[in-house]
């Protein structure tokens, strides 16, 4: 049988990664896809640059339009990454009639569901599991391994990049602009790197991973985000010292009258499996009602663990090569006309436990103040650490553990706490989850 021909459009980090991996294991992959498999060409801004894999053989252009328009080529793999010319160049691809391969989290998250219906029209797929926790096929799992299931929530430590620096603060006690140099360095770091450490890029993945969980159209702009650039080295210490981890967490969970979409800093028990998912690893907490909980581990970010995603889905594509469009995996997991309009929660609306660290004055009486105000409003307390001031310093840390609470009823206490002429500084707040 003929070779399928493949172009690519990016030879960074996961562009490069892909190439290594094909040709390293072109035999194996050819006795899984049943067909030769064959980068033709490829393009890159600059083909001065030095690359991480040998290009010996492939046809190389600055031009990305001039790969999507070659009616030589079966597939079109996106490895270039952000919105603009990455949407444009996928979309031409499709309606060239090339199926489309991308790790781009932004792009699906963003542009996902006018992608699927240009696929839909022109009857090509559009395969995206590295654009999700990079070397995890949890978007596998979730689309058809779990298919029984009715899934209830999700918690995903999804972007490697702050986990390398959570973990690398509380390990080394490293500063965190060294701990994303490195990152960058490493090529684990998204272009603008503030996508990583201000929870977008997780947010992106959060957003595919719940439209494939509850069948629900890709809305990024509903997903709460904060990232870990607020987080302290005190923080760090004390979550340690109360017997929990933090870590940045994007969840998804169906709650009586919507759906949570919400990534953010995590304070999660120290002896949960995930907890101790360290450095660049990624991991994705599943329950199911039927399977109960799972979790997925691995590699979230890197050359090659991206890219053993990559020729995951162009293996997936060459098997289904022959198939009626109808009779494929649905990109959502749900069919397109089964897509529920079930409403995403505000995040006023969810409910949590709280990590709260206060600057208080060392003066009697306080704390009299901060309890009364979160009793006022029926916020209870589950654990209290006072810690002695700093020598000079005239406010000394308190630590609290509350008990659940909707989080606008903490908004409202941390704004009277702030007000307090003994409160010293901002309310720190991190949420906690059991994950039980
Ligand atoms: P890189 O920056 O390493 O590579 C991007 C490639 O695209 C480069 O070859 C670059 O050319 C080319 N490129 C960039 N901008 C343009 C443009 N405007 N027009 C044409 N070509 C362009 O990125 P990564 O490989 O790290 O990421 C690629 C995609 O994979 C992104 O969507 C990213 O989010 C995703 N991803 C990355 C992971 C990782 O670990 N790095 C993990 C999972 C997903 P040149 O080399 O000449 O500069
Ligand atoms: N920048 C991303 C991360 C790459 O650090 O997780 C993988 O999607």
Known sequence: MKPVKVGLLGLGTVGGGTVNVLKRNASEITRRAGRDIQICSASARDLTQPRICDTHGITLTTDPFAVVE?????IIVELIGGVSPAKELVLKALENGKHVVTANKALIALHGNEIFAQAHKYGRMVAFEAAVAGGIPIIKTLREGLS?????????????????????????GRAFADVLKEAQALGYAEADPTFDVEGIDAGHKLTILASIAFGIPLQFPKVYTEGI??????????????????????????????????????????KRLIANVDGVMNAILVKGDAVGPILSYGAGAGAEPTASSVVADIVDVVRALTSDPEN??????????????????PVDDIETSYYLRLSA???????????????????????????????????LPVILLTHKVAEREMNAAIREIEALATV?????RIRMETLK
């Open 424 to 428: 010293t500084a901002p309310v720190k």
């Open 328 to 345: 494929r995996v649905p990109h959502l997991a749900f069919q397109p006309d089964a897509i529920s309009d079930i409403p995403v929660l």
């Open 70 to 74: 070659d009616p030589n080529l079966d």
């Open 229 to 270: 650039s607020g987080i302290t080295p005190e923080d760090v210490s004390y979550a340690e010292q109360l017997g929990y981890r933090i870590k940045l967490l994007g969840i998804a969970r169906r709650a009586d009258k919507g759906i949570e979409l919400r990534v953010h800093p995590t304070l999660i028990p120290a």
């Open 361 to 395: 004055e060392d003066k009697p009486g306080v704390l009299a103040d901060v309890t009364r105000i979160l009793a006022s409003h029926r916020i209870s307390i589950e654990a209290l650490i006072q810690k002695e001031p700093a020598e000079g310093a005239s406010s």
């Open 148 to 172: 029984g299931n009715r899934v209830e929530w999700l918690a995903g430590i999804i972007n490697g990049t702050s986990n390398f620096i959570l973990t690398e603060m509380r390990d080394k």
